[in-house]
């Protein structure tokens, strides 16, 4: 039987209906905000702000601040055979006990956000020195700049174009084997550590830092994890949602403007 420890990264209130089939002993509530007033007290879990060796890097980094500092508190993480990130507005309640002691052991990483990298690639996010504080549009796509720090860190000569119709780990949502976890991070470490990222989204509005991390995550898991089982489990995308209704009012506000 193998052992996991999955990281539920929350900032607001969590709907606990989608942790009814977990075996929650196996979970660790992570909150990240202090100033969330929906606290868990009957929920393993912590603030990560109150670790012993908190390292900040900026809400702007998201997921990355938690899986950062979860690498660097190793004792986090001693005994389990399996490490793994959510996020709170993902039902996990398809993937219950059973099924994961079934997958666990045959693969090294569970992908619980799986799509294709050219889905992904279509949605145009750019990482371009001439079009700075741009999220997504004509450019320079993000993914040629993480190919080619890829190939920069491990001396390969990986080419994204073979790689369309492979699948990724999106959202930072996924279960890899322990031993993976840090190789992983050796090579997430090096991008933060370089500061390359701020200069694409300098007043941290996109908070693209994050959203650039969890992407070296995916290119690094295609490229070095197998084998890989995907699972998408349903994600709620809750900020999304609470912002449909002013986001309907701006369309048809711009639309009216055009007429």
């Known amino acids: 039987m193998s052992s996991y420890k999955i990281f539920v990264i929350y900032h607001d209130g969590i709907n606990l209906d989608y942790f009814a089939n977990a075996d929650l002993s196996r979970f660790c509530f992570v909150n990240v905000n202090p100033a969330n007033q ?8 912590f603030n990560l702000y109150e670790l012993p060796r908190f390292i900040p890097l900026g809400k ?27 996020h709170y507005d993902i039902d996990f309640r398809p993937a219950t006990p059973d099924f994961l002691e079934t997958q666990l052991g045959r693969y090294e990483l569970i992908n619980f956000q799986p ?33 080619e720090d890829f190939n920069r860190f491990y001396g390969t000569q990986y080419d994204y174009k073979q790689f369309m119709d492979k699948e990724v780990n999106l959202c930072s949502c996924f279960l890899i084997d322990h031993r993976r976890f840090p190789e992983m991070m050796v090579f997430a470490e090096n991008i933060i550590a370089s500061g390359k990222l701020n200069a694409f989204d300098s007043t941290h509005k996109h908070r693209i830092q994050g959203g650039y991390m969890e992407r070296y995550y995916a290119v690094w898991c295609m490229l ?9 489990l349903p994600h709620e995308f809750v900020q999304t949602v609470r912002n449909k209704p002013l986001i309907r009012k701006i369309k048809t506000y711009l639309r009216s403007w055009t007429r």
Request: proline share 8%; with cysteine.
């Open 115 to 147: 799509y294709t990298l050219r889905e992904d690639f279509d949605q145009r996010i750019l990482m371009d020195p001439r079009r700075p504080n741009t999220l997504q549009g004509s450019g320079r796509n993000c993914y040629l700049t993480i190919f």
């Open 60 to 86: 702007w980094w998201t997921e990355t601040e938690v899986i950062y500092n979860i690498y660097k508190h190793p004792e986090l993480r001693e005994g389990f055979d399996y490490i793994g990130f959510i």
């Open 224 to 232: 070095k994890v197998s084998p890989i089982f995907s699972y998408r």
């Open 38 to 45: 929906h606290r868990y007290p009957e929920l393993p879990g």
